[in-house]
């Protein structure tokens, strides 16, 4: 954990001395946890609540979800799912640091213009939306650089890497060095676990997460439920509590400055005792 990582939000300086916990709020029918899905007003509002009462340090918001054979989900309507989301949450939380899980510079636009959100979580990493560096260097917002290749459809057939971890390094640091010369400052590192990766890619790339440390950025882990955990485990999303658990520690230990989960209180306890663990006496 590298006590000198700053961001600037929209005005609002973020530290990373305690590292962050980004609570999941899923807009969506279809997320590949059936737990996380809040596709009504109701459901949307019980768990953005439960997300405040367990202490997350920041929410992410996604209305399109990007899980293999997930339905293509038209623009329009991913924006009108963001923005009843983005109204729940600007009612009844108006001063937590909001991210929109989007690849469209359009919706990045709209949420950023119309809701005052934050960062721009984008899982194509600039490469779904030729528009997306360009809008976020002219919106002034955060921005998460997650690394993946080809597409939610095809992403799993484009896992042929000789070194993993230096291949995905070496993409995320060519496009922080484009992003610098748009303008675009705020950037957080997020190495796509589960995206365009096997099940042993994932974990070479947690063992040495490190690495993504030395480029002097905060760094993203969203790990929590996914395949790595619940294919090894032989179980499913919904058995893969434990496991997250377990691997956010992992993830923490080697340098992980934003936990991105579903199970808030679990993921700050487990800040808690690792930053327990790394303190001085």
């Known amino acids: 954990m590298d006590n000198s990582l700053t961001i600037n939000i929209r005005g609002r300086l973020i530290d990373f001395r305690i590292p962050k916990v980004m609570g999941i709020v899923n807009v969506t029918p279809d997320s590949f946890y059936s737990g996380s899905r809040t596709p009504g007003d109701s459901e949307i509002l019980g768990r953005v609540l439960q997300l405040r009462d367990e202490g997350a340090d920041m929410v992410d918001l996604g209305g399109y979800s990007s899980r293999p054979g997930a339905q293509e989900v038209p623009e329009d309507e991913e924006y009108s799912r963001l923005a009843r989301g983005l109204e729940i949450i600007r009612k009844e939380w108006e001063e937590v640091p909001v991210s929109v899980d989007t690849f469209r510079a359009s919706v990045a636009r709209r949420c ?59 993409d995320l640091a060519r496009k922080v060095y484009e992003l610098r010369g748009l303008g675009v400052n705020d950037i957080i590192i997020d190495p796509g676990f589960g995206f365009a990766k096997t099940v042993e890619q994932n974990f070479r790339i947690l063992d040495e997460l490190g690495q993504f440390c030395r480029m002097g950025l905060p760094v993203l882990a969203g790990l929590s439920r996914k395949s790595m955990i619940w294919k090894t485990l032989g179980t499913t999303p919904e058995g893969s509590y434990e496991g997250t658990v377990a691997l956010n520690a992992i993830a923490l230990d080697r340098g992980a400055d934003i936990l991105r989960v579903h199970d808030v209180e679990a993921a700050r306890q487990t800040v808690e005792l690792i930053t327990k663990l790394h303190r001085e006496p």
């Not at 899982?123 to 939306?129: K, N, Q, R, S, Y």
């Open 112 to 170: 950023v213009e119309e809701w005052d959100v934050d960062i721009i979580n984008d899982i194509g990493g600039g490469t779904l939306d030729a528009d997306m560096w360009e809008t976020v260097a002219d919106l002034g917002v955060g921005y998460v650089l997650m690394h993946t290749r080809g597409t939610p459809a095809t992403m799993q057939t484009l896992t042929d890497y000789a070194d993993v971890t230096a291949e995905v390094l070496t």
